[in-house]
């Protein structure tokens, strides 16, 4: 539920999601789409919100991944019991059930998956040209292969840098070129400068930066 927060600073990411929420006694859910650049988002006033996020290479059988980049869809007649996407209804989920949606939306087909962008991921080589592997990844996220390295780094290098690791270790760790690449990646993905990553300054944001010690020695 959100406490007396009327705004968070979004953070770029390489996942699109499901999220539903109730404000004022009416339920609501929306597909949300991989966002290229950090910005400033709303907080509805007493809402509560329940989401899942889809790994990288996963995508609605109905909607394109491009199409969501950067936006997303609201889904219509949703209620407190159900929601309706790709042509059926389907059981509104709470905390506890979203594992259950996910497997019920994977067996029915309409979250599909392109195993190459696993590979590809992981670091393999697919037996195909770069223009296919290019295209099928794209087609599968909405982003470049660059892109996602890109969001994924400075995603990262937040965490770090919030954890207590100094700049320049994130700089040698996550192969920036210096501080001020880094600080320029950090300004474009997480909104967010070194200082306020160190401190916990800024206001909230959507992104889990739990402290934990740093991992440099």
Same mark, same amino acid.
């Given at each position: 539920?959100?406490? #007396?927060?009327?705004?968070?600073?979004?953070?770029?990411?390489?996942?699109?999601?499901?999220?539903?929420?109730? #404000?004022?006694?009416?339920?609501?859910?929306?597909?949300?789409?991989?966002?290229?650049?950090?910005?400033?988002?709303?907080? +509805?006033?007493?809402?509560?919100?329940?989401?899942?996020?889809?790994?990288?290479?996963?995508?609605?059988?109905?909607?394109?991944?491009?199409?969501?980049?950067?936006?997303?869809?609201? /889904?219509?007649?949703?209620?407190?019991?159900?929601?309706?996407?790709?042509?059926?209804?389907?059981?509104?989920?709470?905390?506890?059930?979203?594992?259950?949606?996910?497997?019920?939306?994977? $067996?029915?087909?309409?979250?599909?998956?392109?195993?190459?962008?696993?590979?590809?991921?992981?670091?393999? @080589?697919?037996?195909?040209?770069?223009?296919?592997?290019? $295209? @099928?990844?794209?087609a599968a996220t909405g982003l470049t292969r660059g892109a996602v390295?890109?969001?994924?780094?400075?995603?990262?290098?937040?965490?770090? =840098?919030?954890?207590?690791?100094?700049?320049?270790?994130?700089?040698?760790? /996550? !192969?920036?070129?210096?501080?001020?690449?880094?600080? $320029?990646? =950090?300004?474009?993905?997480?909104?967010?400068?070194?200082? #306020?990553?160190? !401190?916990?300054?800024?206001?909230?944001?959507? /992104?889990?930066?739990?402290?934990?010690? +740093?991992?440099?020695?």
């Amino acid at each position: 539920m959100s406490e #007396q927060v009327t705004e968070m600073t979004s953070v770029a990411g390489v996942r699109w999601g499901l999220v539903f929420w109730e #404000q004022a006694g009416r339920a609501h859910a929306a597909v949300t789409g991989p966002e290229t650049r950090t910005g400033t988002a709303p907080v +509805p006033e007493g809402a509560i919100f329940t989401g899942v996020e889809f790994a990288v290479g996963t995508s609605l059988r109905v909607v394109p991944t491009a199409a969501l980049v950067d936006g997303g869809i609201t /889904l219509p007649d949703t209620t407190h019991r159900a929601f309706r996407l790709d042509g059926a209804r389907w059981e509104t989920p709470g905390p506890d059930d979203v594992e259950v949606l996910v497997d019920r939306l994977v $067996r029915a087909g309409t979250v599909v998956r392109d195993p190459l962008v696993a590979e590809v991921l992981r670091g393999r @080589r697919p037996a195909v040209s770069g223009r296919t592997v290019e $295209r @099928r990844f794209r087609a599968a996220t909405g982003l470049t292969r660059g892109a996602v390295r890109q969001i994924e780094r400075a995603r990262t290098a937040a965490e770090l =840098l919030a954890g207590g690791d100094p700049a320049g270790d994130v700089v040698a760790a /996550l !192969d920036y070129f210096d501080e001020p690449h880094l600080a $320029r990646a =950090l300004r474009a993905y997480v909104g967010r400068t070194v200082g #306020q990553l160190r !401190d916990g300054a800024g206001g909230a944001i959507a /992104l889990d930066l739990e402290r934990r010690a +740093p991992v440099s020695a």
